[in-house]
């Protein structure tokens, strides 16, 4: 499959696939470079995508945004209700803790998890691409947030799976847009690598990251984040200050009229885009509610003052990453700038401050992530070759594993600590009689979001066996935190020392200066000696099984099932659209052909015939077959074709005989 990466944007989505030529972005079906991240549902189909954000304002109830926030969201979390002030659906939480949300489809109530309404997206991007691309996508490299904790990253990996992804690889945003940046700049030093810092503000939250690169290398040294600090924010803050001034000026409220608020929402960001290129723009809406038009301005100093609290924490990421790092801002060599956020005039300006230094744009603002994903799932396909590049990533928490106690000094083990790179592998050894539990669990669950689990993960070792002559199975785990950052248990097996003999290498005998030996004389030959060495070496391979925050396979597969049935509806009914109006096209052409270019070749009896049944057909349109099947629409039109098309191979005959007339003619 042609290698696929997606930059999952809570606004917007850029995709982006790895060809021999390069990395290019693909364009969805209405040309654009990025795609909303919307699923709306509908009476009949769901509108996921571009059509999902031209329902939005008539669909506000059922149309889902900020996917990504809520994707592997604990519904426990009191971070839900943070996200249900930017829903307009119902969001709640289902037994098993999963967040959902309530809408309605095909008429009836239905609770979809996030997890299944981020599949539902990706699957839309999947058939994008193929479309576009005419070719078979199956891996992805999915960019996630470097905050998504455990369970989120699983709930990332199982959303690929139930759209028919293999995720390959789950990668940081960031770390995916200084990967691009390490492969595809050409003048990086072969050694001393240069410092960098990544600052990405996009739509709902602010990570800045720190990487050493050098030529076909790269290694994340330090990263920090502002969860809640976006776009959204800013656009909330405008709405609410015109809120409150139509309050005043025009007495309605936009606040109890779930419509008109997103509305102001929708000219509150197109305002703020302006903003960002002038100092003062206008805000016009016709019949906002209670049939008033509302109109005002807002200057780019008055933005500014709205969201003061917010200016106030910019340079939080940055410190962050750098303490990390370990490093100052004088170290840092150039600052790049992605994000659609960071074209805020204001945020620029204070970056530029933190760092006393001026920012470089190298890298696409909007698609380096999509591309530098792209890059990666190349990297992990056998069919295309790439540029050899080596990158690591930074752990944001330490991780411990532990055990029922045994011989052992102890039961647990921090064995990932934070700060530390990944991909990594370790190995933990145990003195075992019995088959084991390991247990994973974040070190400080303090630090992690309200309602994380603190286990990430079970495992349970099964097939001990006491070797012979041992008191105990020597059990080594091989312990790893694997490329998009999950912990696993890659292998575990016993170890048995077992007795080799070893070949004794004798010392050549040194020659003492000034003796020879006399040639003929007999060598004295020595038998070769050996000892005895002692050497670990695995008898015997462990079953591993692991109990973590990732979809039992049978529930994956049935949700995959179910996705597969939903975009199969949504594809008979937009093809019973196209049959309905082609149907309706050719009862126009037919009837305007037949009073014109075919009217000599219909006799009164076929004209009449024809002309009732178009008008027959036209009026069934719009009353009975106005929302009929797309078997009955084909049908209806087979019907007027057979007699349309007899006329039509008249008159095309007689085209045919004209043009050979005139070829005669012309050659006599
Ligand atoms: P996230 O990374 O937080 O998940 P995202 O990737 O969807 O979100 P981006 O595509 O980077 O976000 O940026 C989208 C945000 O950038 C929106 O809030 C949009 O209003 C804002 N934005 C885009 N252009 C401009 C501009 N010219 N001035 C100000 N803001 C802008
Ligand atoms: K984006
Ligand atoms: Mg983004």
């Known amino acids: 499959?042609?290698?696929?990466?997606?930059?999952?944007?809570?606004?917007?989505?850029?995709?982006?696939?790895?060809?021999?030529?390069?990395?290019?972005?693909?364009?969805?079906?209405?040309?654009?470079?990025?795609?909303?991240?919307?699923?709306?549902?509908?009476?009949?189909?769901?509108?996921?995508?571009?059509?999902?954000?031209?329902?939005?304002?008539?669909?506000?109830?059922?149309?889902?945004?900020?996917?990504?926030?809520?994707?592997?969201?604990?519904?426990?979390?009191?971070?839900?209700?943070?996200?249900?002030?930017?829903?307009?659906?119902?969001?709640?939480?289902?037994?098993?803790?999963?967040?959902?949300?309530?809408?309605?489809?095909?008429?009836?109530?239905?609770?979809?998890?996030?997890?299944?309404?981020?599949?539902?997206?990706?699957?839309?991007?999947?058939?994008?691409?193929?479309?576009?691309?005419?070719s078979n996508i199956k891996d992805v490299c999915l960019a996630v947030p470097v905050w998504y904790t455990e369970s989120q990253r699983r709930a990332a990996a199982d959303s690929c799976k139930i759209a028919g992804l293999?995720?390959?690889?789950?990668?940081?945003?960031?770390?995916?847009?200084?990967?691009?940046?390490?492969?595809?700049?050409?003048?990086?030093?072969?050694?001393?690598p240069k410092k960098i810092a990544f600052i990405d503000i996009g739509h709902s939250s602010y990570t800045c990251t720190v990487a050493a690169i050098k030529k076909g290398e790269m290694k994340v040294l330090g990263t920090g984040y502002d969860k809640h600090f976006g776009g959204r924010d800013f656009d909330r803050a405008i709405t609410e200050y015109f809120a409150d001034e139509f309050k005043e000026k025009f007495k309605i409220d936009i606040r109890t009229n779930p419509k008109a608020y997103s509305r102001v929402l929708t000219a509150s960001e197109k305002l703020k885009k302006v903003l960002s290129a002038n100092t003062a723009a206008p805000i016009n809406i016709e019949s906002v509610m209670n049939d008033v038009d509302v109109s005002s301005q807002l200057t780019r100093e008055e933005l500014e003052n709205l969201v003061k609290p917010l200016l106030e924490r910019v340079a939080n990421p940055v410190t962050d990453a750098l303490k990390m790092a370990g490093l100052s801002t004088s170290d840092i060599d150039s600052i790049e700038l992605i994000g659609g956020t960071t074209r805020i005039p204001c945020l620029k300006n204070t970056i530029t401050e933190i760092f006393g230094k001026q920012f470089s744009t190298t890298l696409n603002q909007d698609e380096s992530i999509a591309k530098g994903a792209a890059f990666i799932c190349a990297m992990h396909s056998p069919t295309?070759?790439?540029?050899?590049?080596?990158?690591?990533?930074?752990?944001?928490?330490?991780?411990?594993?532990?055990?029922?106690?045994?011989?052992?000094?102890t039961d647990h083990l921090e064995v990932f600590t934070k700060g530390s790179n990944y991909p990594s592998t370790k190995i933990i050894t145990l003195y075992r009689s019995n088959d084991f539990e390991?247990?994973?669990?974040?070190?400080?669950?303090?630090?992690?979001?309200?309602?994380?689990?603190?286990?990430?993960?079970?495992?349970?070792?099964?097939?001990?066996?006491?070797?012979?002559?041992?008191?105990?199975?020597?059990?080594?785990?091989?312990?790893?935190?694997?490329?998009?950052?999950?912990?696993?248990?890659?292998?575990?097996?016993?170890?048995?020392?077992?007795?080799?003999?070893?070949?004794?290498?004798?010392?050549?005998?040194?020659?003492?200066?000034?003796?020879?030996?006399?040639?003929?004389?007999?060598?004295?030959?020595?038998?070769?000696?050996?000892?005895?060495?002692?050497?670990?070496?695995?008898?015997?391979?462990?079953?591993?099984?692991?109990?973590?925050?990732?979809?039992?396979?049978?529930?994956?597969?049935?949700?995959?099932?179910?996705?597969?049935?939903?975009?199969?509806?949504?594809k008979l009914v937009a093809e019973t659209e196209e049959k309905k109006n082609a149907l309706e096209e050719y009862i126009y052409t037919l009837r305007g052909k037949l009073e014109d270019e075919y009217k000599d070749f219909a006799n009164d009896e076929e004209k009449e015939k024809l002309s009732k049944m178009l008008m027959d057909t036209e009026e069934w349109l719009y009353d009975d077959g106005y929302d009929s099947t797309k078997g009955k629409y084909v049908a209806k039109y087979e019907e007027l074709a057979a007699l349309g098309n007899l006329i039509k191979g008249r008159y095309n005959s007689k085209q045919a005989e004209l043009k050979q007339q005139k070829g005669a003619k012309k050659e006599a």
């Open 1 to 134: 499959s042609t290698p696929f990466g997606i930059d999952l944007g809570n606004n917007n989505s850029v995709i982006a696939v790895a060809r021999n030529r390069g990395i290019d972005v693909v364009v969805n079906e209405v040309s654009n470079r990025a795609t909303p991240t919307i699923v709306g549902f509908g009476m009949k189909a769901r509108a996921i995508g571009e059509t999902g954000a031209t329902q939005q304002t008539s669909n506000l109830k059922n149309t889902v945004t900020g996917l990504k926030r809520l994707l592997g969201l604990n519904g426990k979390s009191p971070e839900l209700s943070v996200e249900q002030k930017y829903s307009t659906v119902e969001l709640s939480s289902d037994e098993q803790n999963n967040t959902i949300a309530n809408v309605r489809y095909q008429g009836e109530k239905h609770s979809f998890t996030s997890i299944q309404l981020a599949a539902m997206y990706l699957n839309k991007l999947k058939l994008t691409t193929e479309k576009e691309t005419k």
């Open 166 to 192: 293999n995720p390959v690889r789950i990668v940081n945003e960031v770390t995916a847009a200084a990967v691009g940046y390490g492969v595809f700049k050409t003048d990086l030093p072969e050694d001393e």
């Open 384 to 409: 295309l070759r790439v540029k050899p590049f080596k990158f690591e990533d930074i752990n944001l928490h330490s991780v411990t594993y532990s055990w029922e106690k045994g011989t052992e000094e």
């Open 438 to 570: 390991i247990v994973a669990k974040y070190s400080n669950v303090e630090e992690l979001p309200a309602e994380t689990n603190e286990v990430i993960g079970k495992w349970s070792i099964t097939g001990v066996e006491i070797p012979e002559n041992d008191d105990a199975a020597t059990c080594k785990i091989k312990v790893r935190q694997d490329p998009s950052g999950l912990y696993t248990i890659e292998e575990a097996y016993i170890v048995s020392e077992q007795e080799f003999k070893e070949l004794v290498e004798q010392p050549e005998e040194e020659k003492k200066e000034g003796e020879e030996t006399e040639e003929g004389e007999e060598a004295e030959v020595k038998e070769p000696e050996y000892k005895i060495v002692k050497k670990l070496v695995k008898t015997k391979d462990l079953n591993v099984e692991y109990f973590g925050q990732t979809l039992p396979a049978k529930v994956l597969n049935d949700l995959f099932e179910k996705e597969f049935k939903m975009v199969a509806a949504d």
